[in-house]
């Protein structure tokens, strides 16, 4: 299979980026989605789920979870790490997804550290392909890092708002806006990150 552009430079220092990441804890970087996150047991979509440390912390909440993740090496160490029936792990990557049926329609979907591998033309794809699996009323959690490159090479700028204006564009209502954050890993001073949270508009509000 073709190396897929937005995973160039990981694979070199898979074990380095994997531990790292896992020095993180999943509520600390994402304390501003957690009162987005379902309480109850809900299909959830980590687009860019790396070695799985977003998608274990889902699924221990109870929710099934499909992590999406193009670089072997972190899928490999995910599935080893983190041994759950409830994480389905697929080799994919946006902005089509390609390996998910149209019909897949997820409650809740995550997007973390994954935009600014994709140009303009592909964020805008990746965000229709995201509205469309995300069912009425779902809810889209991304974020967008801005800086210089770090270890994966294949980088593009990322903007807040004209990404806000993509996703009204898919019916996709802003419900959270926090820019200016800054990086949890260290060495990363020149690095900071905004943090968005959409929410589908619900069938009736279409209808309206």
């Known amino acids: 299979m073709n190396q897929i552009s937005g995973t160039k430079g990981y694979s070199e220092v898979a074990e380095l980026f994997i531990e790292a990441s896992n020095e993180i804890e999943f509520r600390e970087l994402h304390q501003a989605f957690i009162e987005f996150i379902p309480i109850k047991p809900s299909r959830i979509l980590d687009v860019g789920a790396g070695s799985g440390r977003d998608a274990a912390a889902l699924a221990d909440k109870g929710h099934s979870v499909v992590a999406i993740e193009p670089t ?5 160490a995910g599935k080893e790490r983190y041994n759950s029936s409830t994480i389905d ?6 902005p089509m997804l390609s390996q998910l049926a149209t019909t897949n329609q997820f409650d809740f979907i995550l997007a973390s550290a994954i935009w600014h591998h994709l140009n303009q033309d592909e964020q805008q794809q990746a ?7 995300l069912i009425s009323g779902g809810i889209f959690a991304l974020t967008l890092r801005h800086g210089p490159a770090g270890v994966g090479t294949h980088v593009f700028q990322t903007n807040g708002q004209q990404t806000i204006e993509n996703a009204k564009a898919c019916s996709l209502t802003p419900l959270l806006h926090i820019p200016n954050q800054p990086s949890l890993m260290s060495g990363k001073e020149a690095v900071t990150w905004t943090r968005l949270v959409f929410k589908k508009a619900s069938v009736n509000s279409q209808l309206d």
């Open 72 to 76: 072997k090496a972190f899928r490999c």
């Open 89 to 94: 792990w697929l080799d994919d990557s946006l």
């Open 127 to 133: 965000m229709k392909r995201i509205a469309k699996l």
